[in-house]
């Protein structure tokens, strides 16, 4: 059964940078034709996505956010990675990774961690 | 970016009642609508993609119809496990967005 991971801190401050991880296990990263990526949804509201990538590299990033966003992948570990720069509380949210089924950004999301909760404070 | 808005936002219903959410996109997705199932301090769960394909293990009293710009979600008879926020999302263009979900809750 697969399953993903969030791992990373739970608070950040405010202008520094947001760091998360997201563990593979029970598949590999490498299996095409999957994307993986990241969706938030903060305290009591709707889900956002933030970007997605393919295990080549390929990166695909929500124009709202993109350049605050870095994905990579580090297919010899089986997970890869999300940071989100220059965090506002608005950044305050539960980050869930996610697999998606289909060779393309715009598939649906049928495999998520549990989430993490991130809070930007100082 | 495409705009998915649900209505309603929030309905009180009871065990056994038929229940029906919309979700309406701001310009025509053809069939490309998911809808998930989010229950509190849990992860979405998939549960109809392209309107109306169930995904495996969801329960048949579950279904999805609709093409282009409007979109429902039926359940035919609301179970206890069934109190949730639904979300819609659309997965026909760049980027995928979310619907603002709608909460059952019990009558």
């Known amino acids: 059964q697969l399953q993903l991971q969030e791992s990373g801190p739970g608070l950040v401050k405010p202008s520094e940078t947001l760091s998360l991880t997201c563990t593979v296990s029970g598949g590999s990263i490498s299996s095409s034709p999957y994307y993986w990526g990241w969706i938030r949804q903060p305290p009591g509201k709707g889900l956002e996505w933030i970007g997605s990538l393919y295990y080549s590299g390929s990166t695909y990033y929500n124009p709202s956010l993109k350049s605050r966003v870095t994905m990579s992948v580090d297919t010899s570990n089986n997970r890869f990675s999300l940071r989100l720069s220059s965090v506002t509380a608005a950044d305050t949210a539960v980050y869930y990774c996610?697999?998606?089924?289909?060779?393309?950004?715009?598939?649906?999301?049928?495999?998520w961690g549990q989430g993490t909760l991130v809070t930007v404070s100082s | 970016d495409i705009q998915l808005t649900q209505s309603p936002s929030f309905l009180s219903a009871s065990v056994g009642n038929r229940v029906t959410i919309t979700c309406r996109a701001s310009q025509g997705i053809n069939i490309y609508l998911a809808w998930y199932q989010q229950k509190p301090g849990k992860a979405p769960k998939l549960l109809i993609s392209t309107a109306s394909t169930l995904q495996s293990g969801v329960p048949s009293r579950f279904s999805g119809s609709g093409s282009g710009t409007e979109f429902t979600l039926t359940i035919s008879s609301l179970q206890p496990e069934d109190f949730a926020t639904y979300y819609c999302q659309q997965h026909s263009s760049h980027p995928p967005t979310f619907g603002g979900g709608t909460k059952v809750e019990i009558k």
């Open positions: 996610v697999r998606q089924p289909f060779p393309s950004v715009t598939a649906t999301f049928d495999y």
